[in-house]
Each structure stands twice: as structure tokens, then as C-alpha cells.
């Protein structure tokens, strides 16, 4: 079995996150390229299976800049067998539209039996990949798993709903989503570390996967604007003079929040 785990480079959650204002793009250098933590997660899936069944295979796919093959090795260093890095030029600010065209390009060329995806990445927070994804390939979709069981013609998993959760399954092949209710990555050894620099890392262009760079200048989506965050407002103080309940309701009533 071939697993395909999507993996992305992003700005530290944790760290200073901007928009740069002319481009309207994420200003990548306010802050430190890490492996998405939902897509560590989404490794983490695929090496659980393939620690218990012999012949599976790990691949972690991306689409970034020449740079994210650094934090894409991360993945190889956990246990993944190989990897596949598309980047171009062209791909520059790509949208949803464009990112799940050419992804799905590299499944088609790369081959697979099960594709894990995280929920929503921590920068775009786009949250629709994944069913694009199975959308494009013509195959099942499972999104937004808390828990999942992966056999050898099927996968299945547990789904949260507002009314409880829902039990569900999809033949293989099939493209799933899961979120941060599944466990947390394995740390990579040194063994592993060292191991990551010999594993095969394929780096594909745009003509590598058939699609003419001129298509990529038609926009599917259009950014009409970007302004800069706001500074933070102080807050209202309620001194409490007997009546503070009473300022509350009023508070929470003229602000439309009850």
C-alpha cells in the first residue's frame, strides 16, 4: 500500500504572523518556516499503519517554495520513505483553485492508495483541500476524522457532528482528513535525521506534471484588497459599585453579544 501524507511549510504558529500589504501574500520572513503541526499529525497516521503492516509505503508530498525541502525532510527524518516537492515560479501565490490542480497532478504522477491530509493548514486556514483533492482525483473523500482505522481495501474513522459523531467508510483509494483529536507526532532521532539526507527527494516543476505555466496566470480567485490588523482597542472596566451585573447586561446587550 502506498500512502501519500500532504505536507506544508508554514510561518511559525507560534511566532509573528504578517500579511505583506503590496502583495497581499504571507510575508514569510517575520517569523520561522516550520512543518505544519496538522500535517506532522497526518505523517504520524501513515507511520502508525505502516509500523504494523509490513509493504506499506510512506510518501510525504508538498507544494512550496525551493526552501521548504529543508522542513519537508522533517517528514523523511520521522520515517517516511520518500518524498515529492513541487515547486515553481509560477506557483507563486497560488489560491485553493491552483494548489489542489497541480497536487493533484503529483498524486496522479507519484500513485496512491490512501491520501492523508490535515483539516485546515495554520496559515491559509483554507479547510476545503482535501475535498478538492478527491474531488479532482474522482475517489471517496473522509474529512475531519478524529479517529482512524486504515484496512487493506477500506478506511474508516470517527467524525465529530454537532449531534455527537458519525462512523464512517470509504473504499480504497480513497483522500481523508484529520484533525488535532489524533495523536501527536513521533519526535525524529538522530537515526532518523541522519537517514532523511539519503532518502529520495523528487522535486517536479510545472512541466513535469503537464500543466502549461501560461494557465496559471488566469486567476480563479482575485484579492480585492489587504489592509493591516487593527491595534488592539483597550477594553471597557466595570467598577463594581453594586451594580455591576447590572452595567454587564447592558454592556453585553448594547454590543449585540446576548
Same mark, same amino acid.
Given at each position: 500500500?502506498?500512502?501519500? @501524507?500532504?505536507?506544508?511549510?508554514?510561518?511559525?504558529?507560534?511566532? +509573528?504572523?504578517?500579511?505583506?500589504?503590496?502583495?497581499?501574500?504571507? +510575508?514569510?520572513?517575520?517569523?520561522?518556516?516550520?512543518? #505544519?503541526?496538522? $500535517?506532522?499529525?497526518? &505523517?504520524? @497516521?501513515?507511520?502508525?499503519?505502516?509500523?504494523?503492516?509490513?509493504?506499506?509505503?510512506? &510518501?510525504?508530498?508538498?507544494?512550496? /517554495?525551493?526552501?521548504?525541502?529543508?522542513?519537508?525532510?522533517? =517528514?523523511?527524518?520521522? $520515517?517516511?520513505?520518500?518524498?515529492?516537492? &513541487? %515547486?515553481?515560479?509560477?506557483?507563486? =501565490?497560488? #489560491?485553493? =483553485?491552483?494548489?489542489?490542480?497541480?497536487?493533484?497532478?503529483?498524486?496522479?504522477?507519484? =500513485?496512491?492508495?490512501? @491520501?492523508?491530509?490535515?483539516? !485546515?493548514? %495554520? +496559515?491559509?486556514?483554507?479547510?476545503?483541500?482535501?475535498?478538492?483533492?478527491?474531488?479532482?482525483?474522482?475517489? /471517496?473523500?473522509?474529512?475531519?476524522?478524529?479517529?482512524?482505522?486504515? $484496512?487493506?481495501?477500506? &478506511?474508516?474513522? %470517527?467524525?465529530?457532528?454537532?449531534?455527537?459523531?458519525?462512523?464512517?467508510?470509504?473504499?480504497?483509494?480513497?483522500?481523508?482528513?484529520?484533525?488535532?483529536?489524533? /495523536?501527536?507526532?513521533?519526535? /525524529?532521532?538522530?537515526?532518523?535525521?541522519?537517514?532523511?539526507?539519503?532518502?529520495?527527494?523528487?522535486?517536479?516543476?510545472?512541466?513535469?506534471?503537464?500543466?502549461?505555466?501560461?494557465? %496559471?496566470?488566469?486567476?480563479?480567485?482575485?484579492?480585492?484588497?489587504?489592509?493591516?490588523?487593527?491595534?488592539? !482597542?483597550?477594553? @471597557?472596566?466595570?467598577?463594581?459599585? $453594586?451594580?455591576?451585573?447590572?452595567?454587564?447586561?447592558?454592556?453585553?446587550?448594547?454590543?449585540?453579544?446576548?
Amino acid at each position: 500500500m502506498r500512502v501519500v @501524507v500532504l505536507v506544508k511549510e508554514v510561518p511559525d504558529t507560534y511566532g +509573528d504572523r504578517k500579511l505583506n500589504l503590496e502583495t497581499g501574500l504571507a +510575508d514569510r520572513g517575520t517569523s520561522e518556516a516550520v512543518l #505544519d503541526e496538522i $500535517g506532522e499529525r497526518a &505523517v504520524e @497516521v501513515a507511520l502508525s499503519h505502516a509500523d504494523k503492516n509490513a509493504g506499506t509505503e510512506v &510518501v510525504v508530498l508538498t507544494m512550496g /517554495p525551493e526552501s521548504a525541502a529543508g522542513t519537508v525532510r522533517k =517528514g523523511l527524518a520521522m $520515517g517516511a520513505g520518500s518524498a515529492v516537492h &513541487v %515547486t515553481d515560479e509560477a506557483l507563486v =501565490g497560488a #489560491d485553493l =483553485g491552483l494548489t489542489a490542480e497541480v497536487l493533484a497532478a503529483a498524486l496522479k504522477r507519484t =500513485g496512491f492508495d490512501l @491520501v492523508i491530509a490535515g483539516n !485546515q493548514s %495554520t +496559515d491559509g486556514s483554507g479547510g476545503v483541500m482535501a475535498a478538492m483533492l478527491a474531488e479532482l482525483l474522482d475517489v /471517496p473523500a473522509a474529512l475531519n476524522l478524529t479517529a482512524v482505522e486504515i $484496512g487493506a481495501d477500506t &478506511v474508516s474513522g %470517527t467524525r465529530a457532528t454537532d449531534a455527537g459523531t458519525a462512523e464512517i467508510s470509504a473504499g480504497l483509494p480513497a483522500v481523508i482528513s484529520i484533525t488535532e483529536a489524533l /495523536p501527536d507526532a513521533r519526535f /525524529p532521532n538522530f537515526k532518523g535525521i541522519m537517514a532523511a539526507k539519503k532518502k529520495p527527494l523528487e522535486t517536479l516543476s510545472l512541466e513535469d506534471l503537464g500543466i502549461e505555466a501560461d494557465s %496559471t496566470a488566469a486567476p480563479r480567485s482575485i484579492m480585492v484588497a489587504v489592509t493591516a490588523k487593527p491595534a488592539r !482597542q483597550a477594553g @471597557v472596566k466595570l467598577t463594581d459599585e $453594586g451594580d455591576a451585573g447590572a452595567k454587564l447586561a447592558e454592556f453585553l446587550l448594547e454590543n449585540r453579544l446576548a
